[in-house]
């Protein structure tokens, strides 16, 4: 469904947050406000597939998971290894939306749960985990906790995949980032009062750190690989690796 949420000033909870309006429209809304959203979760997946050929199952968190887009890719590429899939979000009205999918027994199997990411969760053993535009809706202060427990979690040559919306510590530069974004948004079909309306939502809910504040995060985690494989503007993703 059309994205139109933000025709009106103001959103329906006040500040931003993935109630059910925004999971109705969630589709269309990340792949119209994301540059090079599904290109980036085939990629992940195929490089999920690459690596990870050789092993029997493969034990995959995906944080903030949402409607599951990159479960629907990563089983798209016909993996060999059986899946096990664990889809943590905070918001009931996205799981919901990703319980009704249904996946074959035979090649993987599917976990949801519910939870703030803000809190402590305890993972079983995991090879990937999958940060997709979710850490910048976790608060700064708690962020480093969280990566560190899934850095503990991952198996030795295990994989992050760190994607956000960073900001750009030189002004100048942000602002012409900016102008940048917004011109992209209203080719997708927003217009200037949605593209206002939307970013005065986010404000204090979306909270990006530099590039480089991210890839300290996942330094100070334990991660000695930290490697940028994508950017576009503000959007910024990391591949990052356990020793062996
Ligand atoms: C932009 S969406 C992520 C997109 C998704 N990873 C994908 O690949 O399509 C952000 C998601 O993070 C979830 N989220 C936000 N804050 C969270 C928190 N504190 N704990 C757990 N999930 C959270 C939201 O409910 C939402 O589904």
Known sequence: MRDMLFKKPYFSDG???FNQDVVTVFD?????????????????????YDYFKSYNSVSIYDLGCSTGNFLKCLLNQ?????????????????????DSFQIDASIGQVSLIQHDLNNFISFNSMDVCLFNLVLQFIK???????????????SPGGISFVVEKVVSPNNDIQSWFTKQYHSFKKQNGYSSEEIINKESALNNVLVPLSMEQNSKLLHDAGFKTVQPFFQWLNFFGILAIKER
């Open 78 to 98: 016909n993996l060999n290894s059986f899946v096990r899939y664990h889809g943590i979000d905070s918001s009931s009205d996205m799981l919901s939306t990703l």
């Open 28 to 48: 269309d809304m990340v792949s119209r406000s994301v540059p090079f959203y599904q290109e980036l979760l085939v990629l992940m997946s195929h490089f999920v």
């Open 15 to 17: 500040e931003f947050c």
């Open 140 to 154: 700064p202060q708690n962020r480093l906790a969280l990566i560190r427990n899934c850095y503990e979690s991952l």
